[in-house]
């Protein structure tokens, strides 16, 4: 019978790959196919900043945005 492990994993540097699961019985065969997704990197950190619902690009924003809310209690 097989089993299927399937792991989504980043190539390291010098074109390393790891995987590590207890569901590996030690010793036996196994086939490797590896699929290299051309183009799609992960998104940097910086790049979500501000990308969220209700989240603000820039503190000018968040202020502009309280400054606005304060305006609609005083009405």
Not at 20 to 49: C, K, M, N, T, W
């Given at each position: 019978?097989?089993?299927?492990?399937?792991?989504?994993?980043?190539?390291?540097?010098?074109?390393?790959?790891?995987i590590?699961?207890?569901?590996?019985?030690?010793?036996?065969e196994?086939?490797?196919?590896?699929?290299?997704?051309?183009?799609?990197?992960?998104?940097?950190?910086?790049?979500?900043?501000?990308?969220?619902?209700?989240?603000?690009?820039?503190?000018?924003?968040?202020?502009?945005?309280?400054?606005?809310?304060?305006?609609?209690?005083?009405q």
């Amino acid at each position: 019978m097989e089993q299927v492990l399937r792991k989504t994993v980043i190539i390291q540097p010098g074109g390393h790959i790891e995987i590590r699961s207890d569901e590996l019985p030690a010793g036996a065969e196994a086939e490797v196919i590896v699929i290299v997704r051309a183009g799609e990197q992960p998104p940097s950190y910086a790049s979500l900043f501000g990308s969220g619902r209700g989240s603000y690009t820039t503190p000018q924003e968040a202020d502009d945005f309280i400054r606005r809310e304060r305006d609609s209690w005083e009405q």
